[in-house]
């Protein structure tokens, strides 16, 4: 089959059975790497991608199921890397061996998106289904607190209104 | 120290196009210089100087999480003195011929290269200097460096390394062995917080891992393999699987009969891997599943019941006569502990992409042993070393896991077989059914007190697996396991049952097993003896010890163990007990527990605090952390995140995981059968450092074992339940 994708805010188009994951729609198809698989049922959340802004496991979403639903994945974050989790991930130094990092910020992400100053209890809620098999946890929950305060100032300074 | 170069080495200066300088140092084998006319050198590079400042590093180890890639030119720019923001690091590929030690394991990667990357980076500096001293006409003794730059303080003149990086190409080297390395109060990168090197494309999503890999031409491989240990392919529906969509080639392949880590099984090789994936689903394997289907946890555990009722079948200690003391004893404590298999688990599942051409073979694998892949591989398919290029790609975890290199044998097989390049990726259940597990084990253990409640005698019944000859991988026990040494009448003794289930080294291996039985037995005598767990410790360690017997030699070649240090351990001890508040009351339900180990070098105590409530639901309130590693935290950011690491993965270790089976197989088969511990279940680790005079060692590992007592001894404390079999999942804490 042939799908039309809106990642990244391009409109991507692939070939690829029906039932093929999104994940490996991304990767082997798009040649989008850095979403990655780690248990294939979505239990680990290392695929973790935006579909219209939710966090969902792509790993499990069937390309077929995406339709006209636009995809973010860890490479349209931002052009370079200055999306505010981004910058807040490399300033408090999270990553030990990376792997699960860009499913981590995905769902960061997505929190963000809804809760901008998130407690710990909703940071917990949001990202308990990603695994960081480093257990780099404590630092994760600090680079989300870091990043909410970077939305804040960068928010401030660029519109002044605070939204 | 020990900490030298294994080889005699040389140094040499390269002028690059470009006008920049590549300074090379040349390891010529010392059995070369003294038995056979001096060999050919060999060029081994790890510094490159362009001439806009830019100073190119290499990182010979495999990146598996540990910082190695970060750490190792660290230790080369500080010698070197120039500002880190100049520094590009360079992952090499595995070249013997070149690089020493390139290998990631055992917590090894700062003993093995403190000096010497610091050297090379010392005679880069030494020759700039000389360099500079020649282009001014000047003493080289009136020069100082900074921040990559040779200054004149007399006549205020400064120049770039950049600037003399042609002049210093045409430098005589300095010998490594003598060449004047800086004081640590001199250090200007060693021992301040250096962000990993590739966070930056981790956060960006770069192609940076194994599974990552393209190379032109490549199709998609998976491997079924027989789901009993060491079964055998007897037929399969290939002629089916072959007409599915996308499938390019499917085939048995034999396997190894001399090596476990190359097991028969099924390839499948397809345009994509869904496609192959898919196929698998399809695949119908009739298996020849052989002996290990008789195995199963239940097989083992009625065993170690029988072992422990039949007289230990080896003796691995001996001081005194325990037996004779013990029934002398004035309070006699026993207890039997055990604790299951795990697995690695980490992130992101094995793969390896291979290439075969023209009866050579390169591969891009995520291994912690190149050099020992390389080995495997020409073993299992017949081909030379030297016809064997192995690029070193950054994993996604290691643990241990990727010290084995199964999935390169595979990869390598398979390739040849397809004829084109090919990326083998294993499934998530691939990874659980096949790993080489941290064994199982269970020990039986009394000790002795006297009326004053102190530690007389010491005996321990290890039950483990292996053969007559010998411990099946990373099941055995040391002769020099605490309390031995510091107890006159001690026995430590062993038996083993057959296992076809392959083990191997788990992050802090045997010592994240035998920490949580022997503290935890040590937790019940001092408590047994009416004594503060913590004073009696402090008690115990300061027994003038036994003489250690043999060490067990280490991997080669490495600079000799660190012996146990009662007074290092001592410090942490005291550290911890000030940073927990040790003593302090606590309400009922809520304890604390403390708990230390030696490993890799490293000296650990550990407090953790616990809340139960009274239907039994566990909060682990706080660990804290006092690590001896030595004189310098090379790099404290990294430091701190891998000791929090190691004591939550301790934790997840105890929490939930266990891994079982039957009739030779595998039980849990993903992450929702084996909990790994998530943001929730989270902790604060406090991590405190004891600077000693000691030569810095490793971090990988070593504060990972106390973690595991320190909270089953605060279980106890608050419970007055003592946890004597892990995980902790299976027990029930309330208490009334």
Known sequence: MKYKLKVNGQTRTLEAPEDMPLLWALRDGLDLKGTKFGCGIAQCGACTVLID????????????????ASITTIEGLSRDGSHPLQRAWEEVDVPQCGYCQAGQIMSAAALLAKTPNPTDEDIDDAMAGNICRCATYLRIRRAIHRAAGLNKTTASATTGSGK | MSTELSRRTFLRATAIAGGGVLLSSFWEPLEAATKKPAAAPVLNAFIRIQPDGIVAIASKNPEIGQGVKTMLPMLIADELDVDWKQVRIEQVDFDPKLYENQWSGGSQAVPNNWLPMRRVGAAGRAMLVAAAAKTWKVPESELSTSKGKVLHKKTGRSVSYGQLAATAATVTPP????????????????????????????????????????????????????????????SANLEQIRK??????????????????????VAIVADSFWHALSARKA???????????????????ARAAALFKEPPQRSIRKDGDAKAALAKAAKVVTAEYSYPFLSHAQLEPQNCTAHFADGKITFWAPTQTPEDGRELVAKVMGLKEDDITIHIIRSGGGFGRRLKNDYMAEAGWIAREAGVPVKLVWTREDDFAHDFYRPGGYHSFTAGLDASGKLLAFRNHFVSFGTEKDFAPSAAISDQEFPA???????????????????????????????????????????????????????????????????PPTRKPSPPPTPFDAARMNGVL?????????????????????????????????????????????????????????????????????????????????????????????????????????????????????????????????????AIPAVTNAIFAATGKRIRSLPLSKHDLSWS
């Open chain 1, 53 to 68: 802004g939710e966090a969902r496991r792509s790993c499990i979403t069937p390309v077929s199921s995406v339709g006209k």
């Open chain 2, 244 to 265: 599915m969509p996308g499938v390019r080639k499917a085939f048995v392949v034999e396997g190894s009969t001399t090596s476990n880590e190359f097991g028969s099984g």
């Open chain 2, 283 to 301: 695949l119908q394997v009739t298996w020849d599943e052989g002996e290990t289907a008789k195995q199963g946890t239940a097989v083992f555990d």
């Open chain 2, 574 to 706: 005291d550290l911890v007990a000030e940073k927990s508040g040790w003593g302090k009351q606590l309400p009922r339900g809520t304890g604390m527990g403390v708990a230390f180990y030696f490993s890799h070098r490293g000296h650990f105590a550990e407090v953790a605090q616990v809340t139960v409530s009274k239907k039994g639901e566990l909060t682990i309130d706080k660990v804290w952390v006092a690590g001896d590693i030595g004189s310098v935290i090379i790099n404290p950011s990294n430091a701190e995140n891998q000791a929090q690491g190691a004591v939550l993965d301790g934790i997840s270790e105890a929490l939930g995981q266990e891994m079982t089976f039957e009739n030779g197989r595998a039980v849990q088969a993903n992450f929702n059968a084996y909990p790994m511990m998530r943001i929730n279940q989270s902790i604060p680790v406090e991590i405190h450092f004891r600077k000693t005079e000691f030569p810095p060692t490793g971090l990988g590992e070593p504060a990972l074992p106390p």
């Open chain 2, 175 to 234: 010998d490594l062995a003598t060449v004047k390395l800086k004081e640590p109060s001199e250090f200007t990168i060693i021992g301040t917080p250096i962000p990993g090197v590739d966070n930056r494309s981790i956060v960006t999503g770069k192609p940076l891992f194994g599974i990552d890999i393209t190379v032109p031409g490549m199709k998609y491989a998976t491997y079924l393999k027989c789901p009993v240990y060491g079964g055998k392919v007897k």
């Open chain 2, 485 to 551: 040494r510091f107890v006159p009448d001690l026995a430590i003794e062993a038996s083993v049952m057959p296992l076809g289930v392959p083990t191997g080294a788990l992050r802090a291996p045997r010592s994240n097993a035998l920490c949580f039985a022997f503290q935890s037995f040590l937790d019940e005598v001092a408590h047994a003896a009416g004594k503060d767990p913590l004073a009696f410790r402090r008690a115990l360690l300061a027994v003038t010890p036994l003489p250690p017997s043999a060490v």
